[in-house]
Each structure stands twice: as C-alpha cells, then as structure tokens.
C-alpha cells in the first residue's frame, strides 16, 4: 500500500464523525427490522451500506431521517443526539435523504421541483447557479425544464431527485438504491455524479443492490443482513473478499 493511501487513511480517521449509530432496534408491529445495528459516518466519506432485500438497510435510513421511529439504541449526528427530531428539521440542519422511489413532485415542473429544493435557503444569486450547475451536469434536465415531472422516465426523475437533494446543499446524503430499476447507461450517470458531490466534500451514505459499483465508489463499507451489521471495513478490501464476492456480488 503506498504512502499517499496510508496517508489518505489516517486523515480520514481523524475526520469529524458526522453520524453515528449505535445498537439501533427498529420494529415493525410484531417484526424487528432492525436488531442492533451500528455505524458511523465521518465528514468527507462515501460509505456504502449493502445487503440483500429485507436486511434492514432502507429501515435504517428511515430512522435516521427521523421518518421511522425506533425501538431503542442511539443516533447522533454532528455530535448530538437526533432521536425524534422531525425530518423538516433535520433537512435544516443539512441532513438530507434521496429516498427509494425518487419521491419527486410529480405535479411541479423539473424547475420548480429544483426550486423546492432549495426552499430552505435566501441566496438567490447562489440558487440560480446551482439550477445552472445541476443542469450542466444532466442536459437532458435543462432540455425539459418546464416538464411535469411525473411524465418523466425513471432515469430522468433520479436525475431530478438527486439534483434536488444538491440543491439542498447537504451536510450528510443518504442515497437509498439510486440506480434502482435503471438502464446501464444510467446507472452509471447516476454514479458519476455520486462521486462529483463526494469529491466537493460532500459526506454520503450510500444504500444500493448494485453492492460492485457501491463499494467500487466508497471509501468504507458495512454489510447487513437480517437486521445487524456483520461485516465492515474498507470498501477495496470488501470488494476482493470472496463471502462478499458471493453472496453479494454474484460470483
């Protein structure tokens, strides 16, 4: 391992912990979701969350947003606790989350969707070029600003969410299965500008079937399954490890 990586690493290690969740337990009526999950986030990190359907991984998400209420265990971010803070006042304090279904506004236009994106903030001047940014990033967005998002394709309304998310201008993005239902083609736009927005410091954790490309993007990963965390490390190293490899990765 070189100087660079080892260096790389140790500055990563002494980094903020932006989120950090310990022995969560989330139940559904009679059903735990989640039985005892821990996990951390620092400042600056794309880490990825993998695990196949029903793990606990969306679950988990939703208690951090504050969209789901949890059973027991702790959730900080930035240093203090979140436990029943609303999800409005999360976004204001720059935790924001891209949920599984895109969860555009299907009634509004593309512009006005990137608008609401930014509701929370007065810097005018800043916001048009953050539309003009987002749109340099995804053309197709500019070329059908004033479109009804919900005629969109799947594809296109990713586009959308994730640029709304931008718009927002998180602290802390939680991604849930962003390439979820789209072509290759789109998959790997999407993945593009998940590592644009990491690479401008922006801390992101990454939930997402397509565990390759997750962890080929992330710095570290954490595995779920059944409701706990069994594996976590460095995201190369988990990529090359052959139990990853086949129960995650299909080979």
Do not use: C, W
Not at 28 to 50: C, F, S, W
Not at 143 to 162: I, Y
């Amino acid at each position: 391992m070189s100087n660079n990586s080892n260096e790389k690493k140790q500055n990563a290690a002494h980094k903020q912990v932006i989120l950090k969740v310990k022995n969560l337990k989330v139940a559904y009526g009679g059903i735990q979701a989640v039985k005892g999950a821990d996990l951390e986030v620092r400042q600056g990190e794309l880490v990825a969350l993998i695990g196949s359907n029903g793990a606990g991984k969306t679950t988990t998400m939703k208690a951090v947003t504050g969209i789901q209420s949890i059973t027991s265990g702790t959730i900080e971010y930035m240093g203090a606790s979140i436990k029943g803070v609303a999800p409005h006042e999360l976004l204001k304090r720059g935790l924001v989350m891209v949920p599984e279904g895109r969860g555009v506004f299907a009634r509004m236009t593309i512009i006005e969707n990137l608008q609401m994106g930014a509701y929370i903030r007065n810097d005018k001047n800043k916001i048009q070029r953050d539309i003009e940014e987002v749109f340099t990033f995804f053309p197709r967005l500019k070329e059908r600003a004033s479109q009804l998002a919900g005629t969109m394709s799947g594809g296109e309304q990713q586009m959308l969410a994730m640029g709304r998310a931008y718009m927002s201008q998180p602290k802390l993005l939680l991604l849930d299965e962003p390439s979820m239902g789209l072509s290759p083609i789109m998959v790997a736009k999407v993945f593009e500008f998940i590592k644009m927005l990491s690479d401008r410091g922006i801390t992101i954790l990454l939930v997402e079937q397509n565990a390759s490309a997750a962890l080929r993007a992330a710095s570290r990963g954490y595995v779920m399954d059944s409701g706990n965390v069994i594996m976590s490390g460095d995201a190369k190293v988990m990529l090359d490890d052959p139990k990853v490899r086949a129960a995650y990765l299909g080979e």
